[in-house]
């Protein structure tokens, strides 16, 4: 018996700004078993996808890496062994996308698939850079329009139009000068205000405004390069008083954000709603600790102690193989470090008695005998990492508090992390955050002396507490900025301010 194929899911993944992607794409993502993406494709969205293979098809370095008869025969191929193959691209697969080639190549071999609408770059990237595409009294259509011309039909195809609305026109780097010279031959007024838009919806989105008429020197003073889009008509003066997304306070600062692949979400949003060029950088890879064997002992604990997601898992694992369960934690006392530790065991409809602002050994236990009294004599259970650092268990020990730690998860170094070192040092950061002692140590060893010596006289360094700062200084780098609350929004908070301050 033949088996039967898998589905294909054409899926718009925006023109950019991760953010930008549907639910329905972010949905299919979770769920996919292979992922066929191009370089319009912003690869972060592929974090949706931890369980997918990825195969790039693409273009890089200037080189078409496959035709589209490849991409085509490659969809049909992985629909003949997989069950949901996600093709992802840029913007939306049906407005220049080639979405409907490959559609039709899809159907006529019976290959089942649907078609994900992404947002359009013709839309969003002229919102990006504060221009309505449509506005009463100025415009009343707009007409979408590859910049792929200058063939014998470029002409005919531009006849065609409605000229008095707004014109949006993809990929016209290499063809503006021919597009601005048929849009002044049709009789489109030299003195119609036009926008470029380099990278838009992305951190080092850059927007440039003029006339039609002075398009291509506009174009060529500033050295505007793919991908860009043109905009025509009148709603583009509009930006003068619409511009939002440059005029954010890190709007053109790019962060580089270090920290364990299965953290940091929170401080990359915050940085980019604040509108920074962030650089994801994983320096930590978290693994559960080998098993000890013997079941765990919450008996006659005063306080559960938990710095980390990772360690209320392990608590609750340790719980589990023990044949306990929650009700095992009833009367003692809960303390959580961090928001996410503290969500983390809210998800099990467990709130915890005390939550610190600041991770610093002393605030810690001093918040911890403001609330439940002297920890002398007290039993502490601290799961935490292998080897995390012992301020904390060496300041309860210090006020005699008898500590037992449990080794909730190892760190070390993320593996095959060459090409994402080069992206680092291509990416030249004017930022860098640590969020725990480990992701500065093992920058170090991940960047060896030359490449930290280098980051070092290019960016400033964020810490988000006093054991990521000193971590970081223990390796030579100067931390400039730490927030008096060791949280991500805090964190962020700080960056704008010292940029405020220091403009870089």
């Known amino acids: ?40 494709a912003n690869e972060a969205l592929l974090a949706h996808a931890p369980r997918a293979e990825n195969i790039f098809v693409g273009k890089r370095s200037g080189r078409h890496l496959l035709t589209q008869d490849d991409i085509n025969r490659i969809l049909i191929d992985q629909a003949g062994r997989s069950g949901a193959v996600v093709r992802l691209k840029g913007g939306d697969p049906f407005v220049f996308g080639r979405g409907g080639e490959e559609a039709l190549a899809l159907a006529a071999a019976g290959i089942p698939f649907e078609v994900v609408p992404g947002v359009s770059a013709g839309i969003a990237v002229p919102a990006y850079a504060g221009i309505p595409v449509t506005h009463r009294g100025l415009s009343g259509s707009v007409s979408f329009i590859t910049g792929h011309l200058g063939c014998d039909d470029g002409a005919v195809a531009l006849d065609r139009l409605h000229l008095q609305g707004t014109l949006v026109f993809f990929m016209a780097s290499a063809t503006l000068e021919f597009i601005a010279g048929e849009l002044l031959r049709l009789e489109r007024p030299a003195q119609t205000p036009i926008a470029l838009v380099e990278s838009g919806t992305l951190g080092d989105q850059r927007s440039y405004f003029g006339t039609l008429g002075a398009a291509v020197a506009l174009a060529r003073d500033n050295d505007i390069r793919p991908p860009m889009l043109l905009i025509v008509g009148e709603v583009a003066a509009l930006h003068e008083k619409l511009a939002w997304f440059e005029n954010r306070p890190l709007y053109g600062r790019r962060v580089a954000v270090t920290h364990a692949r299965t953290s940091g979400d929170d401080l990359v949003a915050g940085l980019r709603e604040r509108g920074a060029d962030v650089f994801e950088f994983p320096t930590v890879e978290i693994a559960p600790a080998a098993p000890d064997g013997g079941p765990i002992d919450v008996a006659g604990a005063g306080w559960i102690v938990l710095t980390s997601v990772n360690g209320v898992e392990t608590l609750f694992e340790r719980l589990a193989r023990s044949g306990l369960d929650a009700r095992a934690l009833h009367g003692i006392r809960l303390c959580t470090v961090g928001v996410k530790t503290a969500v983390a065991l809210e998800r099990r409809s467990i709130r915890a008695e005390a939550s610190p602002e600041r991770y610093e050994a002393k ?19 601290l799961p935490r990492a292998d080897i995390a650092r ?30 994402q070192v080069e992206l680092l040092a291509a990416f030249a950061p004017q930022y860098v955050t640590f969020t725990s002692a480990a992701a500065a140590r093992n920058l170090a060893v991940m960047l ?35 927030p008096s609350v060791h949280r991500a929004a805090e964190m962020v908070a700080a960056i704008a301010e010292w940029d405020r301050a220091h403009p870089v």
Not at 364 to 375: A, F, M, N, Q
Request: aromatic residues 4%.
């Open 448 to 482: 060896g002396p030359d490449g930290l010596k280098g980051l070092k006289g290019t960016a400033h360094f964020a810490a988000i507490g006093p054991v990521a700062a000193e971590a970081a200084r223990a390796i030579g780098l100067r931390v400039d900025i730490e």
């Open 1 to 40: 018996m033949i088996p039967a194929p898998g589905k294909v899911y054409l899926v718009g993944a925006g023109p950019g700004d991760p953010g930008l992607l549907t639910v329905r794409g972010k949905e299919l993502l979770q769920r996919a078993d292979v992922v066929v993406y191009d370089s319009l």
């Open 363 to 381: 605030s810690v236990v001093d918040l911890l005998e403001s609330i439940g009294g002297p920890v002398a004599g007290v039993r502490i259970l």
């Open 390 to 419: 012992a301020g904390l268990s060496d300041e309860l020990r210090r006020r005699g508090a008898d500590v037992t730690e449990l080794h909730a998860y190892r760190t070390g170094i993320p593996k095959d992390m060459a090409a």
